[in-house]
């Protein structure tokens, strides 16, 4: 059996090479894209917690201000009131 050349023993050996070296990249960018990823879903989570918490503010905001509406018509009534009785 013949040996086969050298270049082609070379070239095996730099395909090896490549090889390992693009599952160790392949394994790098996973490892990457698995904390590009967390982040994102951290991030959503927060971006979700800050609009719940906007939305509670709005909702009470707007609650106050029926409650500040009934407050004026009821001191509004009692003034009306309070005027009749006088004269």
Known sequence: MKTP??????????LVKAQLEKERLKLYYEQQLTEVNQ?????KEQIQ?????MRTTLEYASNLEIRLTE???EVSQATTSQRK???
């Open 39 to 43: 982040e994102l879903l951290r991030l």
């Open 49 to 53: 917690s800050q609009q719940d918490m």
């Open 71 to 73: 407050v004026k018509e």
């Open 5 to 14: 050349p050298e270049s082609f023993l070379l070239f095996k050996e730099e």
């Open 85 to 87: 009785t006088i004269y």
